[in-house]
């Protein structure tokens, strides 16, 4: 993100603008006003609450089940729900100089079906997705996943997901206060089983505060600092933008391509149906995204994921290794968190690794106006912004092959950012992005250093992994495919993604493997086959919309 006497990326696109949107409106691109009343508030623009629930339902009684859903129908969060909320909030911080956390509270709700779910509710189902129609289980082993019955990892070992622990229906729950948050389930659940439903599984997630620093999974880093900026309005307004733009309007192409710093900006159509989808072209929309049935319109699909972490192996493993490398001049002084900090491609406090390798620095951690923006390719410089914020923390330098911020760390496995990849130039991570919305489980583990710690959760405690888009295959399975357990893309030479990757590709034992720089350009290979994240559950889902259940799936 540059100004516009340098030269950035998106400059490849400067000179088209004017052929593409015309010169009367100065190069802005005519995004879609959507359906703020029919989109549900956790596709966009996301709950974003520090407590939420998980509950899924199994229907024995069509008929009893339309009859929920008609009940139910009030209490489902819509778009224009949760940014009113987002909106109050701003205005009350910004007039109180703090978070409003006494005076603004919400507690939402969002549904979802799975395929066997809809195809009960109705016979309109002739779904093209592939993904969706078999299930997360029958798909689990090309994602990597271990087939062994004998691995809590395989579907048939599952807590939800395998064979008769399919859900029908999934239920989402947000909000700012857990007392509200199990009112809200128990009443919700209260309709279910009146209804005649079973209840497969539920679980309760929390956001994790640790240090000062919010919103961290369980390993310990910051998470969900980096989600795509989605265009479209919210209005007929031309500026009414669902993603705020901070860019300052003179600054071309880049006020037009993002939206925070470093948050690029996608078409609708790649996380919700029947709105433009993604093209080469950041600035030129594609083709509506549609699927199957009419009504899937302003619907999305929702993968999710219940990933168990093994805390104190993966940090056993970040304290050998560092101690083996730092007998490398190359690599003296090396630190278990730094080495770790490496592997996610950012430090716990949440600062990206390639704009600070010496230490975590939590206040650019914490800092939505920094935090996120830095580039592979090429060299990022201070950007103008629209608040007049000035980030005069270390800028990131360029690193095509990785000598800063390694090819095989986690962020950068499934964001290449202004680099080429495998899929395509520059830009074409753009069209794998996901909107995740999931948050922890499990009470956190305290010193995962000390062996001698009890654990009163035995090892219970992961991620409930939720995200939301259009293809299933060619965004999350994509990821998790072709580019975390693949060592040779998105680019090479990299390496698996050590931290979330599974790799169950045939002969590897299940090892994954990447390469880290010292100083001078100096190598070490980094491996382990030790199952720091296991899966233990999940569903492919379709998150519809209010019309969708209202005159489809409830009649």
């Not at 969002?110 to 969706?132: C, M, R, V, W």
């Not at 980096?226 to 669902?242: C, E, I, K, N």
């Amino acid at each position: 993100m540059t100004d516009t006497n340098n030269t950035s990326p998106g400059n490849m696109y400067f000179t088209a603008l004017n052929r593409h949107t015309g010169p009367a409106n100065n190069g802005v691109p005519a995004e879609p006003v959507l359906a703020v009343a029919d989109i549900q508030g956790n596709i966009l623009p996301g709950f974003n609450k520090s407590h939420q629930y998980i509950v899924c339902l199994k229907i024995s009684d069509v008929a009893a089940c339309k009859k929920f859903l008609k009940a139910i129908l009030p209490h489902i969060s819509t778009l224009d729900e949760v940014m009113a909320f987002r909106k109050v909030f701003r205005l009350l911080k910004r007039r109180l100089g703090r978070k409003p956390t006494n005076e603004l509270k919400a507690t939402w709700m969002n549904i979802a079906f799975s395929y066997p779910g809809i195809k009960k509710l109705t016979h309109d189902s002739d779904f093209q997705s592939e993904a969706f129609k078999l299930g997360l289980a029958e798909r689990s082993s090309m994602l990597g996943d271990p087939t062994s019955k004998d691995n809590d990892g395989s579907p048939q070992n599952w807590v939800v997901g395998s064979e008769d622990k399919v859900a029908d229906i999934l239920l989402i729950f947000g909000g700012d206060e857990q007392k509200d948050l199990a009112e809200k389930v128990a009443l919700i659940r209260g309709f279910a089983e009146s209804a005649g439903m079973e209840c497969i599984y539920n679980e309760e997630m929390n956001s994790i505060e640790r240090d000062g620093v919010t919103g961290m999974e369980h390993f310990g880093f910051k998470d969900g600092i980096s989600q795509p900026g989605v265009r479209g309005r919210l209005s007929d307004s031309p500026t009414d933008y669902l993603q705020d733009r901070t860019v300052a309007a003179d600054v071309l192409p880049d006020s037009l391509l993002y939206g925070y710093p470093g948050q690029f900006l996608s078409w609708p159509g790649e996380f919700v149906f029947g709105y433009p989808s993604q093209t080469p072209d950041p600035l030129v929309p594609g083709s509506l995204r549609t699927e199957g049935p009419e009504w899937t319109k302003n619907g999305s699909f929702l993968v999710f994921r219940r990933y168990r972490q093994d805390v104190a192996l993966f940090w056993k493993y970040m304290m050998i290794t560092a101690k083996r490398l730092a007998g490398n001049p190359a690599f003296a002084g090396i630190t278990h968190e730094k080495l770790a900090a490496m592997m996610v491609g950012r430090w716990p406090g949440g600062a990206p690794f390639a704009r600070v390798q010496d230490f975590d620095d939590k206040t650019l951690g914490g800092e939505q106006m920094a935090n996120n923006y830095f580039r592979y390719a090429s060299d990022s410089c201070p950007v103008k912004l629209i608040n007049g914020y000035d980030d005069k923390f270390p800028q990131a330098k360029a690193d095509p092959i990785g000598l800063t911020c390694p090819l095989m760390s986690h962020i950068r496995k499934v964001n290449t950012r202004d680099s080429a990849n495998d899929a395509g130039g520059t830009f074409a991570s753009f069209n794998q992005r996901l909107l995740r919305r999931g948050l922890p489980y499990g009470p956190p583990l305290a010193n995962p250093l000390d062996a001698k710690e009890p654990d009163p959760a035995h090892g219970n405690r992961g991620l409930l992994f939720l995200s939301y888009q259009t293809s299933i295959e060619d965004q999350f399975e994509f990821l998790n495919n072709r580019w975390m357990s693949n060592r040779f893309a998105p680019k090479s030479p990299g390496g698996d993604d050590l931290v979330i990757g599974q790799n169950g590709n045939v002969g590897e034992r299940r090892e994954r493997q990447g390469v880290v720089f010292g100083i001078d350009a100096a190598t070490e290979t980094v491996s382990t086959a030790d199952q720091w994240v296991t899966s233990t559950g999940g569903g492919y889902f379709f998150s519809p919309s209010i019309s969708a259940i209202e005159k489809v799936l409830s009649e």
